[in-house]
């Protein structure tokens, strides 16, 4: 079958967090158009989000990824998964592959949404009731894949994809963190969030439908909650009496660094 002409994206003139129309992705959007408390946007092109982007294979796609000029990729997620569903190489691309679920002895935490959606009721009900929330707390600190990612925003090396498998939860917390770094407010971090959800429904209502006793554990582990985010974002509040106390101690962004990233991304 030919591949259909690719149309090049105008993303200034869609509503922020709109998707790119990917065959083989879901819910690859950006970060740019968001504003920030000073009154300034978060310029477009930038920052990209996704799931893995191993299904992007027609030439249609190819094409659509190779006019965003990405030049760094980090793949957030386990060895285990990267081997299960390896990235395909993307010439001239920087791919880091830095796990950002580890646990308390340094060892990568394999967090597959398949394999979770594939245990059972109570199981998947446990992991929803007290895995996923532990996961959140532990997020955002001694994360190097954070620390590294934001290394590389300030050395200029973007545009920039991150992703983990579902793009919604390692990817989910990187993007939140990214945001409030350039200094957006907790309601336009919720909401770049919660979009997952909306971008993703009709993959959520098609594995509904194959399996539809498991209709609301399958929402759930497939989407995004909002208490998970702020699970994260209140355990950072708990820790530091500030964001910017925060982004120092855990990602190294000095307030330099800070003003840096602003003046850098921020239009």
């Not at 760094?72 to 997620?77: C, E």
């Not at 394999?115 to 600190?141: C, M, N, S, V, W």
């Not at 945001?179 to 407010?185: K, Q, S, T, V």
């Not at 997952?196 to 609301?216: S, Y």
Request: aromatic share 8%.
């Amino acid at each position: 079958m030919q591949s259909r002409e690719v149309i090049p994206v105008q993303q200034k003139e869609c509503e922020p967090g709109t998707p790119l129309p990917f065959e083989g992705a879901d819910n690859f959007r950006e970060l740019g158009g968001y504003p920030v408390r000073d009154g300034r946007r978060v310029r477009h092109g930038i920052f990209w989000r996704s799931g893995a982007p191993a299904k992007l294979m027609s030439e249609h796609d190819r094409q659509l990824f190779e006019s965003l000029g990405i030049r760094t990729i980090f793949d957030f997620r386990s060895a285990a998964e990267r081997n299960y569903l390896p990235d395909p190489a993307f010439p001239g691309v920087t791919l880091y592959e830095i796990s950002a679920i580890l646990d308390e002895n340094g060892n990568e935490v394999n967090f597959d949404p398949r394999e979770l959606a594939a245990q059972g009721h109570d199981a998947a009900r446990r992991y929803l009731e007290q895995g996923i929330p532990r996961i959140y707390r532990k997020l955002p600190f001694a994360n190097p894949a954070y620390r590294k990612l934001f290394a590389c925003l300030l050395a200029g090396e973007v545009p920039v994809l991150f992703h983990c498998t579902a793009g919604k939860d390692r990817t989910g917390m990187a993007a939140a963190l990214i945001l409030l770094a350039l200094g957006a407010d907790r309601e336009t971090i919720r909401q770049d969030y919660l979009l997952t959800n909306r971008w993703r429904a009709d993959t959520i209502r098609a594995a509904q439908a194959a399996q539809p006793e498991r209709a609301d554990d399958l929402a759930l582990l497939m989407g995004v909650r909002m208490e998970d985010l702020d699970t994260a974002l209140d355990a950072i509040d708990r820790a530091y009496p500030n964001p910017e106390a925060y982004l120092q101690a855990e990602l190294g962004l000095d307030a330099a660094a800070l003003q840096t990233l602003r003046t850098m991304y921020l239009e």
